[in-house]
């Protein structure tokens, strides 16, 4: 028997890519459901060659249904996850809403996934930040190896990550540009075309961005409170794919060949690393694929047992629809869940 499975979100960017992962990798679902707002009822959206027409959230009785991705932001999280898991039903919720909830796992399945076992004291489980993800999937072996002290991430994040609104300000304003059109503002603060902008999420009291602080907590969570983490998270004008550049300070010495030869064999990660023109990974490359693509390991020479690297993923994928999807499969793999019917 087969799952009953709901992606809340269907029509955003990150819903689609749910939709899209849950059919190439045949997920083993007796019935996929597309939710979204009453704005989209009725619209179209693909899985695999099938298609679905998106129904309402707020009118969904999840009573029969098994497993739930959510990914139609904070506010939609907060109110419908704790409904929806009191129904029964496992909710895997790619908001930030419940990341820090001590009863509710933050798991990337390649790096913590024995702490899945936890979920059952909710029903709800947290993917992390977009960034994060990438981010553990490659620190986690050189944790385990040599022990992380200290970690400086700066982050090129795309448009996607604000979701298809953020894509299509992207698209409308490099138009805009071309054509002499004047430039409008609405999802970022400043013009994203042909720019850089060091500002994702609010700000905090100490100056630092709330996505900054994500990272910050989410690696302690997910790999060891013992982790420093300081990160400057910056959009740029590229639609799918985050990048970032990583410096590590480990404890015991771990040169960049040695890196390199572990995190080859590491699961999730693809090392893609010439020393050469074109010889590394960069977002456009990524997109549509599954792994942490990690390039330019060097050594760091100004601290003790220092390395350098550049890490890349769809953020769609990774960053959010596969890592969820992967929580789910984990789930059955574990024999932490099955189907109700
Ligand atoms: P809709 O398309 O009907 O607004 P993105 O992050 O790419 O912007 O996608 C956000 C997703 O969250 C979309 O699928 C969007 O649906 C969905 N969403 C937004 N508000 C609601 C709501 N009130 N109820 C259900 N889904 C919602």
């Known amino acids: 028997m087969g799952y009953r499975v709901a992606v809340v979100g269907a029509t955003g960017a990150v819903g689609r890519e749910m939709l899209n992962i849950l059919a190439e990798r045949q997920f083993p679902a007796s ?10 009822l009725g619209t179209e959206v693909s899985y695999g060659d099938k298609t679905l027409k998106a129904k309402v959230l707020e009118h969904y009785d999840f009573s029969d249904t098994d497993i739930a991705l959510f990914s139609a932001g904070g506010s939609i999280s907060e109110e419908y996850a704790p409904k929806v898991a009191a129904a029964g039903c496992v909710v895997i919720d790619n908001s930030s809403k419940f990341r820090m909830d001590p009863d509710v796992p933050l798991i990337v399945p390649e790096v913590n996934g024995d702490a899945l076992a936890g ?3 909710k029903r709800i489980i947290a993917n992390p930040n977009c960034s994060t993800a990438q981010l553990v999937v490659a620190l986690k072996p050189l944790h385990d190896r040599a022990k992380i002290k200290r970690v400086i991430v700066s982050t090129y994040q795309s448009a996607s990550g604000a979701g298809k609104a953020g894509m299509d300000e992207l698209f409308q ?16 603060t400043k013009q994203i075309a042909f720019n850089v902008i060091p500002h994702i999420d609010v700000f905090l009291d100490d100056g630092s961005t709330k996505e900054e602080w994500k990272m910050v907590v989410e690696v302690k969570k997910i790999i060891d409170s013992a982790i420093k983490v300081t990160a400057t998270c910056v959009r740029v004008p590229v639609f799918v794919g985050h990048s970032e550049a990583v410096n590590i300070e480990l404890e015991q010495p771990l040169s960049a060949e040695e890196a390199r030869d572990l995190l080859r064999e590491s699961p999730g990660c693809m090392v893609v690393d010439k020393r ?56 059955i793999a574990r024999h932490l869940t099955k189907p109700r019917g």
């Open 276 to 331: 050469e023109d074109g010889g590394y990974i960069t977002p456009v490359e990524c997109v549509g694929e599954y792994a942490t693509y990690i390039s330019r390991i060097r050594d760091d020479i100004t601290t003790e047992n220092g390395l350098a690297m550049w890490v890349v993923s769809d953020n769609l994928r990774k960053g959010a629809a596969l890592n969820a999807v992967q929580i789910a499969e984990q789930l």
């Open 31 to 40: 019935d996929v459901v597309a939710l979204a707002s009453r704005r989209s």
């Open 173 to 188: 304003q490099t138009r805009a540009v071309f054509v002499s059109d004047p430039i409008e503002k609405d999802v970022f």
């Open 119 to 121: 979920y059952t004291k």
